[in-house]
């Protein structure tokens, strides 16, 4: 299993209908649904396989595996 570490400040705006994660450092936004706020929240234990192909983009834009 592969560790991970946030690379950047990640906040995720809860709006009605409709979550959303903020990199402002990256100057990143993106749609968060509840797989990719899973993945987060446990980074450490965190599996990609119920990711999307986007979220796994976002992942690999937002975080560092450490081999």
């Known amino acids: 299993m592969s560790q991970y570490s946030i690379t950047t400040d990640v906040f995720v705006l809860n709006n009605p209908g409709k979550s959303v994660l903020y990199a402002p450092l990256a100057g990143f936004v993106c749609q968060a ?3 990719l706020l899973n993945f987060i929240a446990d980074i450490e234990n965190a599996e990609e396989a119920s990711l999307s192909l986007e979220q796994k983009q976002v992942i ?4 560092k595996k450490e081999l």
Do not use: R
């Open 60 to 63: 690999d834009f937002l975080i």
């Open 33 to 35: 649904d509840e797989n």
